[in-house]
């Protein structure tokens, strides 16, 4: 069975084609990063534009890398939210119009359900695991116990950790988004040299909370002379990446234990981060947990865990109508 995946809910237009549910024929990217950069953020407006202009080409090269047509793809899957509203609008129009001409059958696939299973692109994990899922709009932690059936166990209070990520690497001068960025800095700098604060969020809860990180790093630049921090950067970016991995694996680790799983499975754009692979997979291996991480090409938004969701739902008689519509707060 080959499945059509079609991605575009934030600033990266991509498209994937996938056999069977997988091996990965085609998966490719266009990132909108250069656009969004100047403004420290993505603006939705320049997003949906682009998603325009690049969604076409972006699906032509993943059929031809794949090495098939329209006409052999037994059924699409594309993202439906959440998201921004004009942004998922296009991918969704596109696999409308493709399903009416072609006569396929199509599904909406969640986004954050799609982060949740692409670690099972690579990796054959059972359920139920413990998956974290941190990205730029969303900090969620889910015990996953089968395909559809997310046990919500805890969110992020206030900002997601990616947007962490990105207003400091912004403030530091390091360019949007941010977190790749942070993690290369850091890699050079003293994780112990300023203590940021750990939010600690009330006992027998697994909530995050990153805006007191965000802010502590604010008044410790402000409280200082630029160039004294300037020749600071990366021990400050080790010590903020040392605080959110902090804050990330130890309400992780103690969900975990306290539901008895074994398993732990990373997922979104910040599970890319080195630092949180390594400091998790340590933690893990003290309790004897098991930790999954994707490849960073599958962490990021990508249409491959698109295609693979869509793929789960269509192989179990899931089909969605034309008056489908994009949500942009769509939740699991
Ligand atoms: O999952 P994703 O591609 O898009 C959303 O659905 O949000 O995640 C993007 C987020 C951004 O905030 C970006 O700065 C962050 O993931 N990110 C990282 C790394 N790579 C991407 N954060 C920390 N370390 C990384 N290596
Ligand atoms: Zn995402």
């Known amino acids: 069975m080959l499945v059509l995946g079609v991605e575009t809910s934030c600033d990266d237009t991509a498209a ?3 056999r069977d549910g997988s091996t990965i024929l085609a998966n490719v990217v266009s990132s909108q990063d250069q656009i969004h950069s100047p403004y420290g953020g993505v603006v939705p407006e320049l997003a949906s534009r682009q998603h325009i202009k690049n969604i076409l080409p972006i699906l032509d090269q993943a059929l031809q890398t794949a090495g098939v047509g329209l006409q052999d793809i037994n ?6 939210g959440p998201g921004l509203v004009g942004s998922l ?3 969704l129009s596109l696999v409308k119009g493709i399903a009416f001409r072609w006569g396929l059958p199509f599904v909406g696939v969640n986004h954050l359900e799609a982060h949740l299973l692409a670690i099972h692109l690579e990796h054959d994990v059972s359920f139920p695991y413990v998956a974290l899922l941190a990205s730029g709009g969303h900090t969620l932690l889910y015990l996953v116990k089968d395909v559809g059936s997310y046990d919500h ?30 993690d290369d800095l850091a890699k050079t700098g ?42 600071q950067i990366a021990d400050i970016a ?15 680790i103690k969900a975990t234990i306290a539901h008895d799983v074994k398993r732990i499975v990373l997922a979104g754009g910040v599970a890319a981060n080195s630092r949180l692979r390594e400091k998790l997979k340590e933690r893990a291996d003290e309790e004897g947990l098991e930790v ?3 490849a960073p090409k599958f962490c990021t938004d990508n249409a491959a865990m698109i295609a693979l969701t869509g793929y789960q739902w269509l192989k179990r008689g899931r089909r969605d109508e034309f008056c489908l519509n994009a949500d942009a707060d769509l939740t699991l």
Request: glycine share 10%; charged share 25%.
């Open 89 to 91: 609008l296009v991918g």
């Open 75 to 80: 059924g699409i899957a594309v993202t439906y």
């Open 238 to 252: 080790a010590s903020f990446q040392e605080a959110v991995v902090d804050m990330l694996v130890r309400p992780t």
């Open 16 to 18: 994937a084609v996938l």
């Open 153 to 182: 166990l805890g969110g992020t209070r206030d900002d997601a950790a990616g947007e962490a990520y990105d207003k400091v690497a912004k403030m530091i001068g390091l360019g949007y988004p941010g977190g790749r960025a942070i």
């Open 190 to 231: 003293d994780c112990r040299a300023v203590r940021f604060p750990r939010a600690h969020i009330k006992k027998g809860s697994y909530d995050f909370s990153f805006s007191g990180i965000k802010t502590a790093v604010w008044h410790y630049l402000r409280s200082r002379d630029e160039r004294q921090w300037r020749n």
């Open 292 to 294: 999954f991480s994707p």
